[in-house]
């Protein structure tokens, strides 16, 4: 097990999403698709959506010829309709690029009803992105309508306004005059790619993945990843601020019941990124108990085809001395496990060596808890670097067809 030790058609299923695999023409290319950005729905919004339109945006981490979207109502009590729904390249603000506005359709239709729990994967929509593209989504509802939301995206989105109607056909920004974070129904955008390209990676984790810094600033640790890696693997992000590894009461659903859930959904990932577990360490989950089940996590990701990084839980000087005790154990499993292919050492990256139950000053965000934008940046080159190659000999592929 290698180390990095730094400082020393539509089917609508629950919680599923369905794939098309059609022969292509003589002559073309076979595709694959892989998800190149996606964000994991965390709740239901609390406000409604109320007769109007809402813009959201997803940067995609590697380029393709064209794209597939994952529209979420998974964690919504009642039915979703979306009158209509259209995707384009982000310009500035809520504007898009003149020309690359295109209309969303699943299996075939324009207005897409999305059961309760469930999720809807579009038709291919023929729209060339290249890595760093900011991928924009307008979808409009009629009525008052609960939405499915992943709190405090990284990218700012936008609503119309009650009352303003269908405006998915603007490209122009100006009617979209309310801005927020909330990431609403998109979940996922993927992109083709050619069949022997290089698999993508998924971290799975809770805010200290899910960075709550400035919107807008692309500064979390799997974004400088996708710096370093140049677009030449994807890399998506699904972590939720506040998420727990096993016990109930955090952020949306359990890493555990995700999981199962993420590796069938997200297309193209060979290499699972596991940086969870600090909040049931505080919220007083024996260490036993969290380190057994972050190793099945890992075995059930291996036995699916998948390599695995497990993180260890950097410091946090408001921990009490119990909690304190309990992650040194479980890091203590983390360093030592044969259930994952690598290892990062994200307590030696971070930690203040003077006080190495704290992080380093200057990679703290202010809490003591959660990390700076040195300290997202210093975990993800210790990422970039472990990452820059396989962890193991030929994994399987898991990737969708074209």
Same mark, same amino acid.
């Given at each position: 097990?290698?180390?990095?030790?730094?400082?020393?058609?539509?089917?609508?299923?629950?919680?599923?999403?369905?794939?098309?695999?059609?022969?292509?023409?003589?002559?073309?290319?076979?595709?694959?698709? !892989?998800?190149?950005?996606?964000?994991a729905m965390s709740t239901t919004r609390a406000?409604?959506?109320?007769?109007?339109?809402?813009?959201?945006?997803? !940067?995609?981490?590697?380029?393709?010829?064209a794209v597939r979207l994952r529209l979420s109502?998974?964690?919504?009590?009642?039915? #979703?309709?979306?009158?209509?729904?259209?995707?384009?390249?982000?310009?500035?603000?809520? %504007?898009?690029?003149?020309?690359?506005?295109?209309?969303?359709?699943?299996?075939?239709?324009?207005?897409?009803?999305?059961?309760?729990?469930?999720?809807?994967?579009?038709?291919?929509?023929?729209?060339?992105?290249?890595?760093?593209?900011?991928?924009?989504?307008? /979808?409009?509802?009629?009525?008052?309508?609960?939405?499915?939301?992943?709190?405090?995206?990284?990218?700012?989105?936008?609503?119309?306004?009650?009352?303003?109607?269908?405006?998915?056909? *603007?490209?122009?920004?100006?009617? /979209?005059?309310?801005?927020?974070?909330?990431?609403?129904?998109?979940?996922?955008?993927?992109?083709?790619?050619?069949?022997?390209?290089?698999?993508?990676?998924?971290?799975?984790?809770?805010?200290?993945?899910?960075?709550?810094?400035?919107?807008?600033?692309?500064?979390?640790?799997?974004?400088?990843?996708?710096?370093?890696?140049?677009?030449?693997?994807?890399?998506?992000?699904?972590?939720?601020?506040?998420?727990?590894?096993?016990?109930?009461?955090?952020?949306?659903?359990?890493?555990?019941?995700?999981?199962?859930?993420?590796?069938?959904?997200?297309?193209?990932?060979?290499?699972?990124?596991? /940086?969870?577990?600090?909040?049931?360490?505080?919220?007083?989950?024996?260490?036993?108990?969290?380190?057994?089940?972050?190793?099945?996590?890992? !075995? *059930?990701?291996?036995?699916?085809?998948?390599?695995?990084? #497990?993180?260890?839980?950097?410091?946090?000087?408001?921990?009490?001395?119990?909690?304190?005790?309990?992650?040194?154990?479980?890091?203590?499993?983390?360093?030592?496990?044969?259930?994952?292919?690598?290892? #990062?050492?994200?307590?030696?990256?971070?930690?203040?060596?003077?006080?190495?139950?704290?992080?380093?000053?200057?990679?703290d965000v202010g809490d003591g808890l959660h990390?700076?934008? %040195?300290?997202?940046?210093?975990?993800?080159?210790?990422?970039?670097?472990?990452?820059?190659?396989? #962890?193991?000999?030929?994994?399987?592929?898991?990737?969708?067809?074209?």
């Amino acid at each position: 097990m290698r180390r990095l030790r730094w400082g020393a058609v539509l089917l609508l299923l629950p919680g599923c999403s369905a794939a098309t695999g059609a022969t292509p023409p003589a002559g073309v290319p076979a595709q694959i698709w !892989r998800t190149a950005a996606a964000q994991a729905m965390s709740t239901t919004r609390a406000a409604a959506v109320v007769d109007e339109t809402c813009r959201q945006v997803l !940067r995609v981490s590697t380029g393709g010829a064209a794209v597939r979207l994952r529209l979420s109502n998974a964690l919504t009590p009642t039915a #979703l309709t979306l009158t209509a729904v259209t995707v384009g390249l982000r310009s500035q603000g809520a %504007a898009l690029q003149p020309g690359t506005l295109r209309p969303v359709t699943v299996g075939g239709a324009s207005r897409i009803v999305v059961p309760r729990g469930s999720v809807a994967l579009s038709d291919p929509i023929p729209l060339p992105v290249t890595a760093g593209a900011d991928v924009a989504v307008s /979808f409009a509802v009629q009525g008052r309508t609960r939405v499915t939301e992943h709190a405090a995206g990284a990218a700012t989105g936008w609503c119309s306004g009650p009352g303003t109607g269908d405006l998915t056909a *603007t490209t122009d920004g100006g009617p /979209f005059g309310q801005p927020a974070r909330d990431g609403l129904v998109l979940d996922d955008v993927e992109v083709t790619a050619a069949p022997d390209a290089p698999l993508g990676i998924l971290a799975l984790g809770d805010s200290l993945t899910d960075a709550r810094l400035a919107p807008d600033t692309y500064e979390r640790w799997t974004d400088v990843l996708v710096q370093r890696l140049g677009g030449r693997r994807a890399v998506a992000n699904a972590a939720i601020g506040g998420n727990r590894v096993v016990l109930p009461g955090g952020y949306g659903p359990t890493v555990s019941a995700r999981l199962p859930r993420e590796l069938a959904d997200r297309p193209g990932v060979g290499t699972v990124v596991l /940086f969870a577990g600090t909040n049931d360490v505080q919220a007083g989950l024996p260490a036993s108990a969290l380190a057994d089940r972050l190793e099945a996590l890992c !075995r *059930t990701a291996r036995d699916d085809g998948r390599e695995v990084v #497990l993180v260890t839980l950097p410091p946090a000087h408001r921990r009490s001395a119990q909690a304190e005790a309990a992650r040194q154990q479980v890091n203590a499993r983390i360093r030592a496990t044969s259930s994952a292919d690598a290892v #990062l050492d994200a307590d030696r990256v971070l930690r203040d060596p003077g006080q190495p139950a704290r992080l380093l000053p200057a990679y703290d965000v202010g809490d003591g808890l959660h990390l700076s934008a %040195a300290g997202q940046r210093a975990l993800g080159l210790a990422a970039a670097e472990l990452l820059a190659g396989p #962890l193991r000999a030929a994994p399987a592929r898991a990737a969708r067809p074209g």
